[in-house]
């Protein structure tokens, strides 16, 4: 321990965060007011001593690519858990291909109408609710609250490493150009906070309408408890300078400063998040 | 008019005809259980139908959204007694989400769909919109090789002497859009008020519920399953685009993806008063911390952390 270093980033997924996380997927570029520009759809590996599991399956257009990342890095051992963090096509809509390819994996989530999806795959998905736990050698997923989220989710927290894994959480979109999609937070500028506030306004559609500052206390709370070294959010480059992340992507929580047209008008400012019930 | 014929002969168990000779459901049923949880309350009872629409005049076919994979037999049974010799065949979706389109991969192929359709650019200035437009077309083009194109809300088009019109959905989580029939004056929405069960798995898969079953209490239950953010928030602006929906669009009879088609304009009118009035009494509910319940304390919170 101690001995291994992070490669320099390459400009393109995969990357090799940790001897026993990998960053996969890709993003997926769109021309927007005549520049390129990109949004990630993550997916990742942990790798224990004993078992490995992957974060949410990916987006189909990267399927060939992260098929063959999570097989480089798992080497000759087989995926053992497959983690949708929620039933959407980015996250949840590649689980029969990683099933196929690894055929003893189990599926776990909180995603109980996934045998009406593939009910010829039923017999393998595990339901899991928040406080579950699997053990992987050195190291737990432990399943935790999704204080931000569209569908029910599930986030989760790698012990060890101390990863906090949060779906569509923490996302950004980034002015990023091809070439920086593996740039962790800590490698490229900070993301610019109106376009993080475009995409929750849009991909959360509830912050629209509400004073997502109320959520604050329950976020802070829960950093404070798991102390995570990096986050990994399957919309937005992997953070790893988390003090400096977490108030820009909550000030990208705040509604009515996107330069969209905002449905309500933003609340007045309180001195104190309020108590939750 | 109850237009519901369920006596109409030559159509297979899984095609319910809910207009004579224009619209059908096709679909199975399944029992209130754990595995819907993801749409129903926990203590719903009996029977749930789950359903994708057909839409067929004058050679035209058009379905909506493709069903569930697990009726995947009954969606097959239920195209290939309605498709005939149709010369134009369409597939437009309410929604990206896996209970809508896992079916379409075969839908397309084994019944040769012309086009698929699918609601985008909410609004052409907004990135995001964009963004999750290219998601969704590059993951239909990966799983389909039928053209694909994006529709706008609005008009779009005729089905013989059918009339369809895409409207924005007021209440949704991912983007949704719900298609409103204007000479049947059915309204089609998605995810949208499937709190009605079958009494049994026979059916019947049509109903006019009676006042005691929409109440504000049942819908109220049914949102809080998939629209929980509907609770303590500002929802003022999404009464308002409910209620536009409604201006100007009679409504004889809803068709949502799961649940019975709810019939009768009466029963339509007091599901629309009483989601309204649930809307205001969701608004005042008091936040909770989703972090009740959740006592997790990692073994060594402040460690250094090892790789």
Same mark, same amino acid.
């Given at each position: 321990?101690?001995?291994?270093?992070?490669?320099?980033?390459?400009?393109?997924?995969?990357?090799?965060?940790?001897?026993?996380?990998?960053?996969?997927?890709g993003?997926?570029?769109?021309e927007?007011?005549?520049?390129? &520009?990109h949004?990630?759809?993550?997916?990742?590996?942990?790798?224990?001593?004993?078992?490995?599991?992957?974060?949410?399956?990916?987006?189909?257009?990267?399927?060939?690519?992260?098929?063959?990342?999570?097989?480089?890095?798992?080497?000759d051992r087989?995926?053992?858990?497959?983690f949708p963090?929620?039933g @959407?096509?980015?996250?949840?809509?590649?689980?029969?291909?990683?099933?196929?390819?690894?055929?003893? &994996?189990?599926?776990?989530?909180?995603?109980?109408?996934?045998?009406?999806?593939?009910?010829?795959?039923?017999?393998?998905?595990?339901?899991?609710?928040v406080g579950?736990?699997i053990?992987?050698?050195?190291r737990?997923?432990?399943f935790?609250?999704?204080?931000?989220?569209?569908?029910t989710?599930?986030?989760?927290?790698?012990?060890?490493?101390?990863?906090?894994?949060?779906?569509?959480?923490?996302?950004?979109?980034?002015?990023?150009?091809?070439?920086?999609?593996?740039?962790?937070?800590? @490698?490229?500028?900070?993301?610019?906070?109106?376009?993080?506030?475009?995409?929750?306004?849009?991909?959360?559609?509830?912050?629209?309408?509400?004073?997502?500052r109320e959520?604050?206390a329950?976020?802070?709370?829960?950093?404070?408890?798991?102390?995570?070294?990096?986050?990994?959010?399957?919309?937005?480059?992997?953070?790893?300078?988390? &003090?400096?992340?977490?108030?820009?992507v909550?000030?990208?929580m705040?509604?009515g400063q996107?330069?969209?047209?905002?449905?309500?008008?933003?609340?007045?400012?309180?001195?104190?998040?309020?108590?939750?019930? | 008019?109850?237009?519901?014929?369920?006596?109409?002969?030559?159509?297979?168990?899984?095609?319910? $005809?809910?207009?004579?000779?224009a619209?059908?459901?096709?679909?199975?049923?399944?029992?209130a259980?754990?595995?819907?949880?993801?749409?129903?309350?926990?203590?719903?009872?009996?029977?749930?139908?789950?359903?994708?629409?057909?839409?067929?005049?004058?050679?035209?076919?058009?379905?909506?959204?493709?069903?569930?994979?697990?009726h995947r037999?009954e969606?097959?049974?239920?195209?290939?007694?309605?498709?005939?010799?149709?010369?134009?065949?369409?597939?437009?979706?309410?929604?990206?989400?896996?209970?809508?389109?896992?079916?379409?991969?075969?839908?397309?192929?084994?019944f040769?769909?012309?086009?698929?359709?699918?609601?985008?650019?909410?609004?052409?200035?907004d990135?995001?919109?964009?963004?999750?437009?290219?998601?969704?077309?590059?993951?239909?083009k990966t799983?389909?090789?039928?053209?694909?194109?994006f529709?706008?809300?609005g008009?779009?088009?005729?089905?013989?002497?059918? $009339?369809?019109e895409?409207?924005?959905?007021?209440?949704?989580?991912l983007p949704?859009?719900?298609?409103?029939?204007?000479?049947t004056r059915?309204?089609?929405t998605?995810? !949208?008020?499937?709190?009605?069960?079958?009494?049994?798995?026979?059916?019947?898969r049509?109903?006019?519920?009676?006042?005691?079953?929409?109440?504000?209490e049942?819908?109220?239950?049914?949102?809080?399953?998939?629209?929980?953010?509907?609770?303590?928030i500002?929802?003022t602006?999404?009464?308002?685009d409910? $209620?536009n929906?409604?201006?100007?669009r009679?409504?004889?009879?809803? !068709?949502?993806?799961?649940? !019975?088609v709810?019939?009768?304009r009466?029963?339509?009118?007091?599901?629309? $008063?009483?989601?309204?009035?649930?809307?205001?009494?969701?608004?005042?509910?008091?936040?909770?911390?989703?972090?009740?319940?959740w006592?997790?304390?990692?073994?060594?919170?402040?460690?250094?952390?090892?790789?």
């Amino acid at each position: 321990m101690g001995e291994w270093k992070r490669a320099d980033p390459t400009g393109e997924l995969p990357r090799v965060v940790t001897p026993n996380l990998l960053w996969t997927g890709g993003c997926l570029s769109i021309e927007y007011q005549g520049e390129l &520009a990109h949004g990630h759809f993550s997916t990742y590996v942990v790798r224990g001593s004993e078992k490995a599991m992957l974060v949410d399956t990916g987006h189909a257009s990267h399927w060939s690519a992260a098929e063959k990342h999570v097989e480089d890095f798992l080497g000759d051992r087989p995926l053992d858990y497959i983690f949708p963090t929620h039933g @959407e096509f980015p996250h949840g809509g590649l689980v029969a291909h990683w099933m196929k390819k690894y055929p003893n &994996a189990i599926c776990v989530g909180d995603l109980p109408e996934y045998p009406l999806y593939w009910p010829h795959l039923a017999d393998r998905m595990r339901q899991i609710k928040v406080g579950d736990e699997i053990d992987l050698g050195d190291r737990k997923m432990v399943f935790v609250p999704a204080i931000w989220r569209d569908l029910t989710t599930l986030w989760a927290f790698e012990t060890t490493g101390r990863v906090l894994f949060v779906s569509d959480g923490f996302a950004y979109l980034h002015y990023h150009k091809a070439g920086h999609c593996d740039f962790m937070t800590s @490698e490229h500028a900070p993301p610019d906070v109106k376009l993080i506030q475009f995409f929750n306004e849009r991909a959360l559609r509830w912050t629209r309408y509400t004073d997502t500052r109320e959520t604050f206390a329950d976020l802070d709370e829960m950093l404070r408890r798991l102390n995570p070294l990096m986050i990994a959010a399957a919309h937005g480059g992997v953070i790893d300078t988390t &003090a400096e992340m977490i108030p820009l992507v909550k000030d990208g929580m705040l509604m009515g400063q996107s330069g969209a047209p905002a449905t309500i008008v933003k609340m007045p400012a309180k001195d104190k998040a309020p108590t939750t019930a | 008019m109850n237009m519901h014929d369920p006596s109409r002969p030559g159509l297979p168990a899984s095609v319910t $005809e809910i207009c004579p000779g224009a619209i059908y459901s096709l679909g199975g049923v399944l029992p209130a259980d754990a595995r819907l949880a993801a749409w129903i309350p926990r203590d719903v009872r009996g029977f749930i139908p789950f359903q994708c629409y057909v839409l067929r005049d004058g050679g035209q076919f058009l379905m909506l959204d493709g069903g569930l994979p697990v009726h995947r037999d009954e969606v097959r049974a239920g195209i290939q007694a309605l498709v005939g010799e149709s010369h134009e065949r369409r597939f437009m979706m309410t929604r990206r989400e896996l209970d809508t389109i896992m079916n379409l991969p075969w839908i397309a192929h084994d019944f040769q769909f012309q086009t698929l359709y699918c609601g985008g650019d909410l609004s052409p200035i907004d990135f995001f919109e964009k963004m999750d437009d290219a998601n969704i077309d590059a993951h239909i083009k990966t799983l389909v090789d039928t053209p694909f194109e994006f529709l706008k809300p609005g008009p779009v088009g005729k089905v013989g002497k059918l $009339e369809l019109e895409m409207l924005r959905s007021p209440l949704m989580v991912l983007p949704t859009f719900w298609f409103y029939e204007k000479t049947t004056r059915t309204l089609f929405t998605s995810d !949208c008020w499937g709190f009605l069960p079958q009494p049994s798995s026979g059916g019947p898969r049509v109903r006019t519920p009676s006042n005691e079953e929409i109440t504000g209490e049942r819908i109220e239950k049914f949102l809080s399953v998939k629209f929980d953010w509907l609770a303590s928030i500002d929802n003022t602006p999404l009464s308002r685009d409910l $209620e536009n929906v409604f201006d100007g669009r009679p409504v004889d009879r809803i !068709c949502p993806n799961f649940g !019975c088609v709810i019939e009768g304009r009466a029963a339509v009118d007091r599901v629309v $008063e009483q989601t309204l009035l649930t809307l205001q009494t969701m608004a005042k509910i008091p936040r909770s911390s989703t972090l009740a319940g959740w006592n997790y304390q990692p073994e060594s919170p402040s460690g250094a952390g090892q790789q």
